[in-house]
């Protein structure tokens, strides 16, 4: 949306890049206080209302070092903490490469904002006392990975491979069964918890695509494609080879970084590595 567009230029310059980074750092913190004092966290660091309400406010912050994949404390989950560690890491890099390191802030920062929220509510609103962990926040952002990019596979139990758009309707699945069977205060947790994920798709959302203009000239390419030679293609992703006949609703754009008039498909235009030498442009015509 243009609204975004305009803060992004004016507030993009304060953004913190390798945001992620900072974050599972964190959460190896997490890990480490579990290691010593598993109560700890409980007791003086995570998101307790009723603490903040008589001034431990440091709580607001606190509460995000509690590490994903964490449960009873036991080895596997030293093991299965570690790998989310990573896989996190892994997840926010990509998603602040795709959208640029302003983007990945306020998504990250509205989904912090929605866990407070959520506990807030339930306390006033409910007068329940919600412990809300990282979980919700965590799963923002698998599932904003997932919209990117479907069709990353994934190892289930390090073992089963499975698209990431599977395993995103899987969860989505158990939240939303959470979220009709359950009390009015579990659905608000949940609805406040994911509401970064439905605002910032809606903030970022490309609207352009479904002006007039936009279906002419897609409709127009359609015709133009129905005439041309049979085997010879306009678009060639230099990545991954794709082009518009393996999918038309494929988007292709030209690095202005890269020398030689390379084109990349929209997987590959914010990933790619920068061409600085000349080369031939690889297309079929």
Same mark, same amino acid.
């Given at each position: 949306?243009?609204f975004?567009r305009?803060?992004?230029?004016?507030?993009?310059?304060?953004?913190?890049?390798?945001?992620?980074?900072?974050?599972?750092i964190?959460?190896?913190?997490?890990l480490?206080?579990y290691l010593?004092?598993?109560?700890?966290?409980?007791?003086?660091?995570?998101?307790?209302?009723e603490?903040?309400?008589?001034?431990q406010?440091?709580r607001?912050v606190?509460?995000?070092?509690y590490?994903p994949?964490?449960g009873?404390w !036991?080895?596997s989950?030293i @093991? #299965?903490g570690v790998? *989310?560690?990573f896989m996190y890491?892994s997840?926010?890099l990509? =998603?602040?490469?795709?959208?640029?390191?302003?983007?990945f802030?306020?998504?990250?920062?509205m989904g912090v904002?929605?866990q407070i929220?959520?506990?807030?509510?339930g306390?006033?609103?409910?007068?329940?006392?919600?412990?809300?962990?990282?979980?919700?926040l965590n799963?923002?952002?698998?599932?904003?990975?997932?919209?990117?990019?479907p069709?990353v596979?994934f190892?289930?139990?390090m073992?089963?491979p499975?698209?990431?758009?599977w395993?995103a309707?899987?969860?989505?699945? !158990?939240?939303?069964?959470? @979220? #009709?069977r359950?009390s *009015?205060?579990?659905r608000?947790?949940?609805a406040?918890?994911? =509401?970064?994920?439905?605002?910032f798709?809606?903030m970022t959302r490309?609207y352009?695509?479904?002006?007039?203009?936009?279906?002419?000239r897609k409709?127009?390419?359609k015709?133009?494609?129905?005439?041309?030679?049979k085997?010879?293609t306009?678009?060639?992703c230099?990545v991954?080879?794709r082009t518009?006949?393996?999918?038309?609703?494929l988007?292709?754009?030209?690095?202005?970084?890269?020398?030689?008039g390379l084109e990349?498909?929209?997987?590959?235009l914010?990933?790619?590595?920068?061409?600085?030498?000349d080369?031939t442009?690889?297309?079929?015509?």
């Amino acid at each position: 949306m243009r609204f975004f567009r305009k803060l992004e230029q004016k507030y993009g310059k304060y953004a913190v890049s390798n945001l992620m980074y900072y974050i599972v750092i964190l959460y190896g913190m997490g890990l480490v206080l579990y290691l010593f004092n598993p109560m700890a966290y409980w007791a003086y660091l995570s998101l307790d209302m009723e603490a903040i309400f008589h001034g431990q406010v440091w709580r607001l912050v606190t509460f995000l070092i509690y590490p994903p994949a964490l449960g009873n404390w !036991v080895l596997s989950d030293i @093991f #299965f903490g570690v790998i *989310a560690l990573f896989m996190y890491h892994s997840l926010g890099l990509t =998603l602040e490469r795709v959208w640029g390191a302003f983007r990945f802030n306020v998504f990250f920062l509205m989904g912090v904002m929605g866990q407070i929220l959520a506990a807030l509510v339930g306390y006033v609103v409910f007068h329940q006392n919600y412990y809300i962990t990282t979980g919700f926040l965590n799963f923002s952002i698998f599932l904003a990975f997932a919209i990117c990019f479907p069709d990353v596979q994934f190892l289930l139990f390090m073992v089963i491979p499975i698209k990431a758009k599977w395993l995103a309707i899987a969860e989505t699945a !158990v939240y939303a069964y959470s @979220f #009709f069977r359950g009390s *009015a205060s579990t659905r608000c947790e949940i609805a406040l918890s994911l =509401l970064n994920v439905i605002l910032f798709v809606a903030m970022t959302r490309d609207y352009q695509r479904y002006s007039p203009k936009e279906i002419k000239r897609k409709r127009d390419f359609k015709a133009k494609m129905k005439v041309m030679p049979k085997g010879r293609t306009i678009h060639k992703c230099a990545v991954c080879g794709r082009t518009e006949t393996d999918d038309p609703n494929l988007d292709f754009r030209y690095c202005s970084k890269c020398v030689g008039g390379l084109e990349y498909c929209q997987d590959h235009l914010y990933t790619h590595q920068h061409v600085t030498e000349d080369i031939t442009p690889l297309h079929d015509n």
